[in-house]
């Protein structure tokens, strides 16, 4: 078995180049928002390619827009863009031909993300039950501390 010792104020990065993002839904409260607020919700949150996407089969629309929704939030957390003023559409969830699912940045997104130096962001999405949750790696280019969006300015 494999230890390290680890030091005690957890300040380290999570690997060099690179951060996580993760975050979990509540596929029955995305149902509620979808009927309560119909259209309005859905094209505020989600591109066309990813409502096109959720509608595709019999009853899995709220599971799949709940996974999307986690896979967006994870992207905000690992790009710590909280307090970055950015739309929810401008990170996208693709799905590929061969099952798995992609991220996009567009707009302000993209461009903050290639200032940091982003050269790749990974998504692992699951949704069981009542819950969808989604993980995120973004890796960057140089090893060191990439920058926070608001030291780009």
Not at 17 to 35: A, H, K, P
Not at 41 to 58: C, D, W
Not at 107 to 123: F, I, K, N, P
Not at 137 to 149: G, H, I, R
């Given at each position: 078995?494999?230890?390290?010792?680890?030091?005690?104020?957890?300040?380290?990065?999570?690997?060099?180049?690179?951060?996580?993002?993760?975050?979990?839904?509540?596929?029955?409260?995305?149902?509620?928002?979808?009927?309560?607020?119909?259209?309005?919700?859905?094209?505020?949150?989600?591109?066309?390619?990813?409502?096109?996407y959720?509608?595709?089969?019999?009853?899995?629309?709220?599971?799949?827009?709940?996974?999307?929704?986690?896979?967006?939030?994870?992207?905000?957390?690992?790009?710590?863009?909280?307090?970055?003023?950015?739309?929810?559409?401008?990170?996208?969830?693709?799905?590929?031909?061969?099952?798995?699912?992609e991220?996009?940045?567009?707009?302000?997104?993209?461009?903050?993300?290639?200032?940091?130096?982003?050269?790749?962001?990974?998504?692992?999405?699951?949704?069981?039950?009542?819950?969808?949750?989604?993980?995120?790696?973004?890796?960057?280019?140089?090893?060191?501390n990439?920058?926070?969006?608001?030291?780009?300015?």
């Amino acid at each position: 078995m494999y230890s390290q010792d680890l030091p005690s104020d957890r300040s380290f990065p999570l690997s060099p180049g690179g951060r996580l993002g993760y975050d979990l839904v509540q596929i029955s409260r995305i149902e509620e928002s979808i009927s309560h607020f119909g259209d309005s919700f859905k094209q505020r949150f989600f591109t066309i390619g990813e409502l096109n996407y959720a509608h595709l089969g019999e009853g899995m629309c709220a599971q799949r827009l709940a996974a999307r929704f986690a896979a967006k939030e994870a992207v905000i957390k690992a790009l710590k863009l909280s307090e970055a003023g950015i739309g929810w559409r401008e990170i996208e969830v693709r799905k590929l031909h061969d099952g798995d699912c992609e991220i996009v940045l567009h707009g302000r997104v993209a461009q903050l993300a290639r200032a940091m130096g982003v050269t790749q962001v990974l998504v692992s999405m699951s949704h069981d039950g009542d819950y969808a949750g989604a993980m995120v790696s973004v890796v960057f280019a140089q090893a060191d501390n990439p920058p926070e969006f608001d030291s780009l300015s």
